[in-house]
C-alpha cells in the first residue's frame, strides 16, 4: 500500500482512482498471460489493508476438465457457491502463482495510461471550473507569437490576440492572467489564458476593492483598450457609500497597484447614473460637457450628440478619439462630439425649421448676438463666459425642438416596424431573402440595396411603396413580384401558426379532459371512501350498543324484582320495552329476534342450561307480555329475560385471598337452537381481547 500512497501524493490523484487502474491492468494482464476471451468475466478484487490482488474468472461447473481456463470442477465450485449445479457459470479464484514478462509489461502499460488519463480529467476539473478568475502564472517559453505560462502541473498558452500591445515577456517572469477559455483534447486540457481582457481589470478590481468584493459597490460597465486606457462605471448598492472613493482608495493606493500590475495603463472610474444623459457626459471625463441630446433611430440605433466648450473639444475626443471610443463602449451609445461654436452655427443654418419654436426664431436680439460671437470666433477673438451663455441657449432652443421633433418621427418608424414584426414569426421576419419565391435579378437587386433578410424588407414595404420604387432599378413589375412573394410567405406563416394553434387547442382539451377525467375517479374514490367509513362507523355504534354491560350490585333486589314481574305482567312489558337493561339492572338481558315459532325452543334450552351447573333464578315467559304488548298497541318485544341470581361468594385462591364470583348473561341463539353464554366484547380502540371472549357455549 506504500506504493498507493506514493504515486497518489506525486500525481495528486485519490486512491481510489489508483486501485481501479491496478484492477484494470490486472484484469488486462490476466487476459494476455492466459490468451482467454474477452467475452469471459474477469474480476479483481483487491485487500484494502494488505495491498494483496486475487483474480477470479468466469468458469463452467462440469465433473471433469478439459480446459481449466474455462472449466472447474463442480466439488471445487461449490467452495465458491454452495448452490452451484452441473452447468452453471461461477467467479473462481484463478490468481497466477506470476506473470510472464509480456503480462507485466502489459500490466504497467495500461497502469501509466489510466493514470495519466485520470490526471488530464482531474486537470481539465480543477481549471474548467476556474474559468473566468485569476490565475498565477510563470513564463516558460515565448515562441513565436505565442507564450507558454506554467501553471504547475500543467501548462497555458497566451495567444497574441490576448497579449498587451507593448508589453515583453522573459522566462521564468511571474505574471497574472485571467483564465479565458479551457479545451478538453486527447493530450490533455488545453488552457487559454488572457491579459487584454476587461474582465481581468475586474478582478483585479474585486481583489484590490473590498467594498466591491462584499457587494457595497457594483461594477456596472468597463471599456478598455489594453495597455492604454480604461474607464469603469460603479454604483453603490448601500447608502453613504462613495463608490468612487472606495475604489480609488485613500491618496489613490488602491487603483495605484492595479495600474502597477497592468504595466501603468490608465484607469479612469466614473459613477454611473440611471439619466443617461449624465451618464454620458461623466463618461466623458475629464473633459466638461455643455450639452447631450439623445435620438434612438429604428434603423441606425442610438446616438448622443454631445456639445462640449471649444477648448474642450480635443480633450473630450482623446487621443485619437481613444476617450469618445471608451465612452461609447462604456455606455452604449453612439457619440458625436461638436464644439459649442459648431453647434451654434448648425442652429443658425436651422432656426427656420418649422420645429423650432416660434419665441426662440423671432429672437432677433439672441440670433444677433449670436451673429456676433461667431464672428469673434472666426477672427480668433476670445470669447467670454457670457458669450458661451449666449451660444448655450441658441443650441438648446434650436437642437433640442429639432432633435425633440425627430423624436416623434422615430416614434412612428418605431410602431411601424413593429406592427410589420407582429405580421409574421420571428423565424421568417430572420429568414434571408432565398426563401422568397423571386426571379434571380429582383433577388440580386435586393442584395445591391443592402437588404439582408425578410424583416428588413417588409419593414420598408410597411414605410410605404415609395421606399421600394425609389431604389435604383427597381420597377413597378419588380415591387409586384416582391410583393406577391411578401403575401404568399405571410399566408403561408398564418396557416402554420394556424396548425400550431390548432394543435395546441387541442392538446390542452385532451389534457383538460384527461384531468377532469382523473377528478371525477378521485371524487369517486372518495365518495366510496366515506361510505366505507360510515358503514365501519355504523356497524361499531352497533356493537357498542349490543355490548353495554350493567353490573349488579346486590342479587337479592333483583329476585324480588323478576319475582314481582312475574306477577304483574303489564308493568314488565312496559319496562321491558322502555328500558330493556332495567329489567335485570345487571349483565344485560337476553335478546331473541321475535319469531314465535322459537319461543319453545328457549323453553327447552333453558333446563339445559341448569345442567350445565347455572342456577337459574326465574324465567319471564313471553306468552303473556306478548298478550299484554297487543293489547296496548305496543309491538312485541324482542327481549326474552332470563337471568340467574348473581351470588358474589367469597372464594379463596391459592394465595389465600377472597374473590368474586360473578353470574353469567345466557342468550338464546336462533341459529344454534339453543342458550349460550353472552360475551362479553371490548369497546372499539382496544386491541387486547378480553378473556371472556373466550367462554365455551353451554
Not at 53 to 64: C, L, Q, R
Not at 594 to 619: N, S, Y
Request: charged fraction near 35%; aromatic fraction near 4%.
Amino acid at each position: 500500500m506504500l506504493a498507493f500512497n506514493e504515486i497518489c501524493e506525486a500525481r495528486g490523484l485519490t486512491k481510489d482512482t489508483v486501485i481501479d487502474a491496478l484492477k484494470t491492468a490486472l484484469v488486462s494482464a490476466y487476459r494476455r498471460n492466459t490468451n482467454v476471451s474477452n467475452t469471459q468475466g474477469v474480476r479483481v478484487e483487491i485487500d484494502p489493508r494488505t495491498g494483496e490482488p486475487t483474480i477470479f474468472a468466469e468458469k463452467e461447473a462440469v465433473d471433469s476438465i478439459i480446459d481449466d481456463r474455462t472449466e472447474v470442477l463442480l466439488d471445487e465450485a461449490k467452495r465458491y457457491d454452495p448452490d452451484v449445479e452441473m452447468g452453471d457459470m461461477v467467479m473462481v479464484d484463478s490468481t497466477p502463482q506470476n506473470f510472464g514478462r509480456i503480462a507485466a509489461q502489459t500490466a504497467k502499460q495500461v497502469i501509466l495510461q489510466r493514470v495519466r488519463e485520470a490526471e488530464r480529467d482531474q486537470l481539465y476539473d480543477e481549471f474548467a471550473s476556474r474559468e473566468g478568475e485569476i490565475i498565477n502564472g510563470t513564463v516558460q517559453s515565448v515562441s513565436g507569437q505565442n507564450i507558454t505560462i506554467g501553471l504547475g502541473r500543467t501548462e497555458a498558452i497566451l495567444p497574441k490576440s490576448q497579449q498587451v500591445q507593448g508589453e515583453r515577456y522573459r522566462p521564468h517572469d511571474k505574471i497574472r492572467v485571467y483564465l479565458l477559455e479551457v479545451r478538453r483534447t486527447n493530450r490533455g486540457p488545453q488552457i487559454y489564458v488572457s491579459r487584454n481582457h476587461r474582465n481581468l481589470l475586474r478582478r483585479l478590481l474585486e481583489l484590490e476593492v473590498p467594498e466591491i468584493y462584499n457587494g457595497q459597490v457594483d461594477i456596472k460597465s468597463i471599456a478598455r483598450e489594453a495597455g492604454a486606457r480604461s474607464k469603469v462605471a460603479v454604483m453603490a448598492l448601500q447608502p453613504g457609500v462613495d463608490p468612487v472613493g472606495a475604489c480609488v482608495g485613500m491618496r489613490g493606493v488602491r487603483i495605484q497597484s492595479i495600474v502597477r500590475e497592468l504595466n501603468d495603463e490608465k484607469i479612469d472610474v466614473i459613477e454611473w447614473d440611471p439619466d443617461q444623459r449624465n451618464f454620458i457626459a461623466k463618461a466623458l471625463s475629464p473633459a466638461r460637457v455643455s450639452q447631450v441630446f439623445l435620438e434612438d433611430h429604428p434603423e441606425t440605433g442610438k446616438t448622443a450628440s454631445v456639445i462640449v466648450p471649444d477648448d474642450q473639444l480635443s480633450l473630450a475626443i482623446g487621443r485619437e478619439g481613444q476617450n469618445a471610443r471608451l465612452a461609447a463602449k462604456l455606455t452604449g451609445w453612439r457619440i458625436d462630439i461638436k464644439s459649442l461654436t459648431e453647434a451654434a452655427s448648425e442652429a443658425m443654418n436651422n432656426i427656420d425649421d418649422p420645429a423650432v419654436p416660434a419665441n426662440v426664431a423671432k429672437d432677433a436680439n439672441l440670433r444677433e448676438q449670436v451673429a456676433v460671437i461667431l464672428e469673434k470666433k472666426a477672427a480668433n477673438r476670445p470669447i467670454t463666459a457670457e458669450d458661451y451663455g449666449y451660444l448655450n441657449r441658441m443650441v438648446s432652443g434650436v437642437e433640442g425642438n429639432i432633435v425633440n421633433a425627430r423624436a416623434v418621427v422615430y416614434d412612428a418608424l418605431r410602431e411601424k416596424k413593429n406592427a410589420a414584426r407582429d405580421r409574421v414569426s420571428k423565424e421568417v421576419w430572420d429568414a434571408d431573402l432565398g426563401v422568397l419565391d423571386i426571379s434571380e435579378r429582383v433577388y440580386d437587386l435586393l442584395l445591391e440595396h443592402d437588404f439582408k433578410n425578410v424583416g428588413e424588407l417588409l419593414y420598408k414595404m410597411e414605410l410605404g411603396d415609395d421606399e421600394l420604387l425609389e431604389l435604383t432599378g427597381f420597377g413597378p413589375k419588380a415591387f409586384e413580384e416582391v410583393k406577391d412573394a411578401i403575401d404568399l410567405l405571410i399566408k403561408e406563416d398564418e396557416e402554420a401558426k394556424a396548425a400550431e394553434a390548432a394543435a395546441a387547442a387541442l392538446a390542452e382539451a385532451e389534457a383538460a379532459a384527461e384531468a377532469g377525467e382523473e377528478i371525477a375517479a378521485e371524487a369517486e374514490e372518495t365518495e366510496a371512501e366515506e361510505e366505507a367509513e360510515a358503514e365501519v362507523e355504523a356497524v361499531a355504534e352497533t356493537e357498542e350498543a349490543e355490548e353495554e354491560v350493567v353490573e349488579v350490585e346486590e342479587a337479592e333486589p333483583v329476585v324480588a324484582e323478576v319475582a314481582e314481574v312475574a306477577e304483574e305482567a303489564e308493568p314488565v312489558v312496559a319496562e321491558v320495552e322502555v328500558e330493556p337493561v332495567a329489567v335485570a339492572e345487571a349483565e344485560p338481558a337476553v335478546a331473541v329476534e321475535e319469531e314465535p315459532e322459537e319461543v319453545p325452543a328457549a323453553a327447552e334450552a333453558v333446563p339445559a342450561a341448569e345442567e350445565g351447573g347455572e342456577e337459574i333464578v326465574g324465567i319471564q315467559p313471553l306468552e303473556p307480555l306478548l298478550e299484554t304488548a297487543a293489547k296496548r298497541g305496543k309491538k312485541k318485544p324482542s327481549i326474552v329475560v332470563v337471568s340467574r341470581e348473581e351470588e358474589e361468594e367469597e372464594e379463596e385462591d391459592d394465595s389465600g385471598r377472597g374473590r368474586t364470583k360473578k353470574g353469567r348473561q345466557l342468550v338464546f341463539d336462533e341459529n344454534a337452537g339453543r342458550v349460550v353464554t353472552k360475551r362479553k366484547r371490548k369497546r372499539r380502540g382496544s386491541q387486547e381481547p378480553s378473556w371472556e371472549d373466550f367462554d365455551d357455549d353451554f
